[in-house]
C-alpha cells in the first residue's frame, strides 16, 4: 500500500505563511494525481488543490486560489502545499491523498482518493 506523511502544520498569525510536505512511500507522485483536503471537527472535508504529475495542470477551491500554490518534487517523493496570506478560516486538520485514476472534473472529491496521510495541523489566528 502507498503510505504518505504529511508535515509542516503549526500554528501561524493571520497574514502569515506555512508550507506543508507529504512524502509518499514510493514513486506514487510519479504516477499518481495529487491532492491536499482539509477538515475541521464536524464538517465535510474540503477539497483544496490537486496536481498531476504527468501534466503539472493544478486546481484550487475557490478560497485559496492567489493564496495557495501546490507542487511536488518527483525526485523526493513529496508534494508541497504553499500557503500565504493565512486567514483564520484556513484552520484545520490537512491531509494529502493519492490516487492513479481521478475524473476528470472531480479533483477536489474526496471519493476520488485511495490513499491518505494522517494529517497535520494548521491554527490561524
Known amino acids: 500500500d502507498v503510505q504518505l506523511v504529511e508535515s509542516g502544520g503549526g500554528s501561524v498569525q493571520v497574514g502569515g505563511s506555512l508550507r506543508l510536505s507529504c512524502v509518499a512511500s514510493?514513486?506514487?507522485?510519479?504516477?499518481?494525481?495529487m491532492g491536499w483536503f482539509r477538515q475541521i471537527p464536524d464538517k465535510e472535508r474540503q477539497g483544496v488543490a490537486a496536481?498531476?504529475?504527468?501534466?503539472?495542470?493544478?486546481t484550487y477551491t475557490d478560497s485559496v486560489t492567489g493564496r495557495f500554490a501546490i507542487s511536488l518534487d518527483a525526485a523526493k517523493n513529496t508534494l508541497y502545499l504553499q500557503m500565504n496570506s493565512l486567514k483564520s478560516e484556513d484552520t484545520a486538520m490537512y491531509y494529502c491523498?493519492?490516487?492513479?485514476?481521478?475524473?476528470?472534473?472531480?479533483?477536489?472529491?474526496?471519493?476520488?482518493?485511495?490513499?491518505w496521510g494522517q494529517g497535520t495541523q494548521v491554527t490561524v489566528s
Open positions: 491523498a493519492a490516487d492513479s485514476v481521478i475524473l476528470p472534473g472531480r479533483e477536489l472529491e474526496d471519493s476520488q482518493y485511495t490513499y
Open positions: 514510493d514513486d506514487t507522485i510519479g504516477r499518481y494525481c
Open positions: 496536481i498531476y504529475r504527468s501534466t503539472l495542470s493544478t
